[in-house]
């Protein structure tokens, strides 16, 4: 009981970082500022008055609709707040009021931002990608990651261990250059062979993100997690578009053109072409890591005891 009020500001906050999450997933991938100008209408234009953009409070007063055009406003905006406000909730009770619990909430806004602009836009954007590789190896610093993964190196190569702060900088060093590198290099190597792009290197990058942050083992298990995610998830969006005849109108003019046989095998081909936002489900595994991804670890750990 005594933590409620606490727990409730830092909601409350989070839901305000979340508005202005919203700002930089629109703007960030159109290269414009997130400063200014003040938050507008998307349909009208029109500048959004202070009391009509309180996180999902107006969103809920207003019924979804603009108040200037009446226009309906996307149910994102309301989602990423409250989501927002929900990671800032859970960060709070997980590690408490710690500089742990700062890094993380910074983490999980960070993954926000590039879960949706991947949805939306498909863009990881390197602006964030990089601020985000810097402020974790900038954490890395004054928390420890205790990856396992430097001290192990420092013992075959000194006779001492190093600083602790060094060895927990080389930890966030090898978790965003150990997996995102030969992650680029699988990449290239099957987009050659299935002859169309299978991964952007802005997923490569937000893999370097991620390592600063999580170091070796927590990025592994992340793009494990993730593409896991996105495997299943992937063949049940491709039987379900094709299931509703998504592109049903092209495939019929190009089998009136006599480019395929059947309308449903065109159908099933451009269903199959669809391309998936992979940073989304990374994000989703990098969330899952930073709050179950321990005890994962310890149970694997101990399968080999």
């Known amino acids: 009981m005594e933590t409620a009020p606490v727990a409730a500001l830092v909601f ?28 507008r209408c998307p349909s009208c234009g029109r500048p959004i008055k202070p009391y009509d953009n309180i996180p999902l409070l107006s969103y809920l007063i207003l019924r979804g609709k603009c108040r200037a055009c009446g226009l309906r406003i996307s149910p994102l905006y309301p989602t990423v707040e409250l989501l927002t406000g929900l990671l800032f909730l859970a960060c709070l009770l997980t590690f408490g009021p710690t500089l742990a619990g700062l890094k993380w909430t910074l983490f999980c806004c960070l993954i926000v931002v590039l879960f949706f602009t991947d949805i939306l836009e498909r863009i990881l954007p390197d602006k964030v990608n990089f601020f985000g590789l810097a402020a974790g190896l900038v954490f890395s610093l004054v928390l420890p990651i205790r990856d396992g993964a430097a001290l192990w190196l420092s013992g075959k190569l000194f006779n001492f261990p190093p600083p602790a702060a060094v060895v927990s900088l080389v930890d966030a060093v090898l978790g965003a250059t150990l997996i995102s590198l030969p992650l680029w290099g699988f990449g290239a190597v099957f987009s050659r062979i299935i002859g169309r792009p299978a991964l952007g290197f802005g997923d490569v990058k937000m893999m370097m993100m991620v390592g600063a942050f999580l170091g070796v083992k927590g990025t592994f298990l992340t793009l494990l997690a993730g593409t896991l995610l996105g495997s299943v998830m992937g063949i049940l969006i491709v039987v379900l578009l094709f299931a509703v005849g998504w592109k049903g109108r092209v495939a019929l003019r190009a089998r009136r053109r006599g480019l395929g046989k059947s309308g449903a095998g065109l159908r099933w081909e451009l269903a199959r072409r669809y391309q998936l936002p992979l940073g989304t489900f990374l994000g989703m595994g990098a969330i899952f890591v930073v709050f179950y991804g321990a005890p994962v670890l310890q149970w694997y750990a101990r399968l080999f005891e």
């Open 12 to 39: 409350i906050f989070g839901l305000a970082v979340g508005s202005f999450l919203n700002v930089c997933i629109r703007r960030i991938p159109a290269s414009a500022s997130i400063v200014t100008p003040a938050s």
